[in-house]
């Protein structure tokens, strides 16, 4: 298995923009995370998913943050409109049985919003 | 719900020497603390993990200790090499034993000195 393939692996993108993370989670696993990384939050939870279902969207942070998952192969984050604080990298992880094994991270989209 | 310190924010050592990282976590129910590796530029990756019912394990150069009762654990790298630097992060479950999603530390910026 190639791992969590993220994409794109940057993104520079201009405020009020829409943008679209993209994120394939390892075959088999029922948890899917979105994370945000910044210098002064740390590691972030923004939403999970069990079973393609939401299960927690507390840590998204306004409605401008949204994120699916049609299928157990694909999630998106989509921010709309977008503005430079949303500017991060962003983590999709997947992991068999949630908090009690080990996540599996991808490679990170660094999202730039001038 | 759970709540995770980590301690110190930075860390830096001599090679060979030994590295001691430390967190406390809130939710007495919680029963599985990994640690997370992240090197500039990629995912956070799972390097060891303890659960409850031990008080601590190894795998080679690194260790991981549990008090249950004062509810913190820590992370220790013996004889440190160059290729340890990189920012290391605790973790708890969400709350407490229920499967759901990881709570991380800020993280601690290792650096291992030539």
């Known amino acids: 298995d190639a791992g969590v393939i993220q994409s794109p692996r940057h993104e520079v993108t201009e405020m009020g923009q829409e943008v679209t993370l993209r994120c394939k989670p390892i075959?088999?696993?029922?948890?899917l995370f979105w994370y945000r990384q910044t210098m002064m939050r740390g590691l972030e939870l923004l939403i999970y998913?069990?079973?393609?279902?939401?299960?927690?969207d507390s840590g998204m942070p306004e409605d401008r943050f949204s994120a699916k998952m049609p299928n157990a192969s694909f999630s998106t984050l989509k921010i709309q409109p977008s503005e430079p604080r949303d500017s991060a990298v962003y983590f999709c992880?997947?992991?068999?049985?949630?908090?009690?094994?080990?996540?599996?991270f991808g490679q990170g989209t660094r999202l730039t919003v001038v | 719900g759970e709540n995770v310190e980590q301690h110190p924010s930075t860390l830096s050592v001599q090679e060979g020497d030994s590295a001691v990282i430390k967190c406390t976590y809130s939710?007495?129910?919680?029963?599985?603390f990994p640690w997370y590796k992240q090197e500039l530029g990629k995912g956070p990756q799972l390097i060891i993990d303890?659960?409850?019912?031990?008080g601590e394990k190894k795998d080679q150069r690194i260790a991981v200790t549990l008090n249950k009762t004062a509810k913190h654990f820590s992370l220790h790298i013996t004889e440190t090499q160059p290729e340890d630097s990189a920012v290391y992060f605790c973790?708890?479950?969400?709350?407490?034993?229920?499967?759901?999603?990881?709570?991380f530390g800020k993280g601690t910026k290792l650096s291992v000195k030539p």
């Open positions: 075959s088999g696993h029922d948890y």
């Open positions: 939710d007495s129910a919680s029963n599985y």
């Open positions: 998913f069990n079973n393609n279902v939401p299960i927690d």
């Open positions: 303890i659960r409850s019912n031990v």
């Open positions: 973790a708890a479950p969400t709350r407490g034993g229920s499967q759901g999603n990881l709570i």
């Open positions: 992880a997947s992991s068999p049985r949630g908090g009690y094994t080990e996540a599996f």
